[in-house]
């Protein structure tokens, strides 16, 4: 199946500055990752999705890269806000169908 | 549209009890999908039912089921709890659980066991 590994686990960052979090993954069948935000004791939120059709989709502040040479994609969060402190996870499905995710990167954005 | 809703948000179970916990997708959505999330785990896929069939399993024990209902809801049912089972259970829908469909998560079901 599917397997995805997600880095930085933690990042502190300025508010104002960029943020960036960065998957791979193995499936090389894999076409569709989403990245979801977790606040506390909240739900996951899906934030921006790509497909493998696009290498690069933004939304706002938001913007998602995807290589599917080297099977990594990354998440950027530029002029980072108070309110973007989360645990953001990225995921992929494989070629099972299955949503597998990466073990999250907890953000914080120090004021 | 309404979100995805889960019944009921916390349980407090005994070792050894069955719990059911409920889902009910998006409207429209046919596909809904269950969701383990522990701190030590992550975030771990149980399983997805589309049209009351389950589709796609999970690596879990046979003691964690669930099923579909014709208007799309579902539940799981963990028997014979343990105290490993403590996590926040999560469903998820999407319109019919395709390898490029967007799911979105439910509030989630925190299950605690003593």
């Known amino acids: 199946g599917e397997n995805v590994e997600q880095h930085p686990s933690t990042l502190s960052v300025q508010e104002g500055d960029s943020a960036v979090i960065k998957c791979t993954y193995s499936?090389?069948?894999?076409?569709?990752f989403p990245w979801y935000k977790q606040e506390l004791g909240k739900r996951p939120q899906l934030i921006i999705d790509i497909r493998s059709n696009v290498g690069e989709k933004k939304d706002q502040r938001i913007a998602v890269t995807l290589n599917k040479t080297a099977k990594h994609f990354s998440l950027h969060i530029t002029e980072t806000q108070p309110e973007d402190s989360a645990v953001y996870f990225c995921a992929a499905v494989g070629n099972d169908y299955k949503l597998s995710f990466g073990a999250g990167t907890t953000v914080t954005v120090r004021a | 549209k309404a979100g995805v809703t889960q019944t009921p948000r916390y349980l407090i179970k005994t070792r050894g009890q069955q719990v059911t916990l409920s889902c009910s997708p998006i409207?429209?959505?046919?596909?809904v999908s269950w969701y383990q999330q522990t701190p030590g785990q992550g975030l771990q896929f149980l399983f997805e039912?589309?049209?009351?069939?389950?589709?796609n399993k999970g690596n879990f024990p046979g003691r964690f089921s669930g099923r579909q209902f014709s208007n799309s809801r579902s539940e799981m049912n963990v028997s014979t709890l343990e105290l490993g089972d403590s996590a926040l259970y999560l469903c998820a829908s999407s319109w019919e659980g395709g390898r490029t469909d967007e799911q979105y998560f439910g509030p989630g079901t925190r299950l605690t066991v003593t």
């Open positions: 499936d090389s069948a894999s076409n569709y």
């Open positions: 409207s429209g959505h046919r596909s």
């Open positions: 039912y589309f049209s009351e069939t389950q589709r």
